[in-house]
């Protein structure tokens, strides 16, 4: 199996107060590009009001 890395920055006035960043895998069909095989990995949880 591969392996990866990618760092992503986001600032943080672009952030909900509330929410989860999410990392969306999938497969796009070979018949009509419609993704299948979705995955959603859950990266952080976001909480900026403590």
Partial sequence: MGAFRINITIPKEKLPEYGELT???????????????????????????Q
């Fill in 23 to 49: 990392l969306t895998l999938y497969e796009a069909s070979a018949k009509d590009g419609s993704p299948s095989h979705v995955k959603y990995i859950q990266l952080d949880n976001l909480n900026t009001q």
